[in-house]
């Protein structure tokens, strides 16, 4: 059964950074796409960038130039490196398994971690 655990989240000020990681057990990583996702209380969960298996990588335009996606396929981990953050960014962040040619997410979701942007 795929486990997903995010980590990394937490309170930052505006314009800061941080990186989110998530680890995957139960799949052989290196053969699936990945994907982070927030939401925000109220609000539908969003997609934030998705990277697949052979590493081609799509971000949403909100967060292209801020946010960079990557993987270590031996960690089983994907990150998500956030700098330039705005107050909007405010939201929980979640890991997925992707699969095309969607590329929507497939596994039972994780507990997510939760990234404050405030002053």
């Known amino acids: 059964q795929v486990k997903l655990v995010e980590s990394g989240g937490g309170l930052v000020q505006p314009g800061g950074s941080l990186r989110l990681s998530c680890t995957a057990s139960?799949?052989?990583?290196?053969?699936?796409?990945m994907g982070w996702y927030r939401q925000v209380p109220g609000k539908g969960r969003e997609s934030v960038a998705t990277?697949?298996?052979?590493?081609?990588?799509h971000y949403a335009d909100f967060v292209k130039g801020r946010f960079t996606i990557s993987r270590d396929n031996a960690k089983k981990t994907a990150y998500l490196q956030m700098n330039s953050l705005k107050p909007e960014d405010t939201a929980i962040y979640y890991c997925?398994?992707?699969?095309?040619?969607?590329?929507?997410?497939?596994?039972?979701w994780g507990q997510g971690t939760q990234v404050t942007v405030s002053s």
């Open positions: 997925n398994v992707v699969l095309p040619p969607s590329y929507s997410p497939t596994a039972p």
């Open positions: 139960g799949i052989i990583f290196s053969t699936y796409g």
């Open positions: 990277i697949t298996s052979s590493g081609i990588i």
